[in-house]
């Protein structure tokens, strides 16, 4: 799913990109009005708009109007420090979907992309969407239906057991998992062996999904277990 990034800030471009590579996102950045209203212009593929307002050059107010008049309908997201009513209305009444105001949290970001993207579905335009039998965390892949495993298209050769492995993972995102729970699910075993074998199963695991992309996806929980999730903390504030 392509989304355009046109902002000028360098730490916040870093901080957006690689959450939302993470996320599943290709991300492309414009660090100028101008160019960024350029790049919109010739590439109709992509889903989404995220538009600074205070931007060198044509500013993103400007930005939007001119997409506006030149009928693209993508959804645009304004983001921007300028907080006051006033300057959410011009936004919105420039043509902006959504507002969110500097300093947010990427948790939220994330939450309105996903809910501009569903407006859009609703309204009848075609958005890509995980197909069923696919379970999917940031940009790794599991066809349940073909049991076939990929990470940024890049297949993964799985044995049987960590095939289940990173399906029992995948089933439950961002959920701290016991090594007790994963024994019952994954190897069928209600009592209490040596976990030793999951810590094994795990590094096998780990060493497959990671090749190439350092961007780790499974976590550890020192004491508890393990845990699935995009290499970042929700709690994080941008």
């Not at 160019?35 to 060198?56: E, K, R, T, W, Y």
Request: include cysteine; hydrophobic fraction near 40%; glycine fraction near 6%.
């Amino acid at each position: 799913m392509k989304v355009l990034l046109i902002e000028d800030e360098p730490a916040v471009v870093s901080v957006i990109t690689r959450g939302l590579s993470e996320a599943g996102y290709e991300v492309s950045v414009a660090l100028d009005g101008n160019s960024g209203l350029q790049m919109a212009l010739d590439n109709p593929s992509f889903l989404l708009i995220i538009l600074d307002v205070m931007l060198p050059g044509m500013n993103g107010i400007e930005v939007c109007r001119s997409l506006r008049k030149a009928q693209v309908t993508m959804p645009i997201l304004m983001l921007t420090a300028l907080g006051t009513t006033e300057n959410i209305v011009m936004g919105l009444d420039s043509g902006a979907d959504d507002y969110l105001v500097k300093p947010f949290k990427l948790q939220e970001l994330e939450a309105r992309i996903r809910s501009l993207l569903r407006r859009k579905s609703n309204a009848g335009i075609a958005v890509p969407v995980t197909p069923p039998g696919v379970l999917r965390i940031a940009d790794l892949e599991l066809d349940t239906d073909t049991k076939s495993a990929n990470r940024q298209g890049k297949n993964i050769q799985l044995t049987a057991t960590e095939y289940r492995l990173l399906e029992y993972l995948l089933k439950n995102p961002r959920k701290v998992l016991s090594r007790m729970e994963i024994l019952e699910q994954v190897w069928g075993i209600d009592f209490n062996m040596n976990t030793k074998v999951v810590d094994v199963y795990i590094n096998y695991l780990r060493k497959k999904i990671n090749k190439n992309n350092p961007a780790e996806l499974i976590q550890t929980v020192v004491g508890l277990g393990y845990m699935l999730k995009e290499n970042k903390t929700d709690e994080d504030t941008y």
